[in-house]
């Protein structure tokens, strides 16, 4: 016989309208603080990450919440909700979320921190982005269920292209900090998801 546990409905914040939600407040959150950031000329961005310096990995907790001007934070606000409003959707969201939204900030902040050269300050979501996006894709190879097979066709045919920003292809771009939130994206994929598909395939 196949073995099941009996599951929990899902929390506010993880159905389709909490996690829309939730995820514009993210983004507005972000905007506020750029808007703080902005009348304060640039003050914020010294929380930044400040590439191999001793205790500049401190910035890998406040740089995801910091971006260089209005035009950076745009081009990351799009794919922010989407993918976060993908990762948070459903029983179980909320970790999900917590997780990979962890592991990709600090796997990223480390790759910037380690691999940026020196005098260089590092900010923006778009390490956390390249978390979720691999996170997503990821899943559907581990979790091996068809809701998250379907997720994972879906992430990468809208931003499959997106991965191009993990190698060194424009000037002024963090692709370490690509490459972190990536590699990140991928490990929290591992780490939660390989036992549940051990779990769903046990039968006697």
Partial sequence: MAYSNPTAPPRKV????????????????????????FFLLGLLDQLGIHAQQPMGWVGILFAPFLHAGFGHLIANSAPLWVLGFLVLLGRGGALRMVWSTLVSMVSSGI???????????????????????????????FARDAKSIIVSVLVFILYGSVLWGVFPTQVGVSWQAHLGGAIGGVFAAWVMHRRAARKVSVGL
Avoid: Q
């Fill in 111 to 141: 790759a910037a921190w380690i691999l940026t050269p020196a005098h260089t300050v590092i900010v923006g979501a778009s390490g956390v982005v390249f978390g979720w996006l691999t996170y997503l894709m990821a899943r559907g190879f």
């Fill in 14 to 37: 993880e159905t389709p309208k909490g996690a829309a939600l939730f995820m514009l407040g993210a983004v507005v959150l972000l905007w506020v603080l750029e808007a703080i950031d």
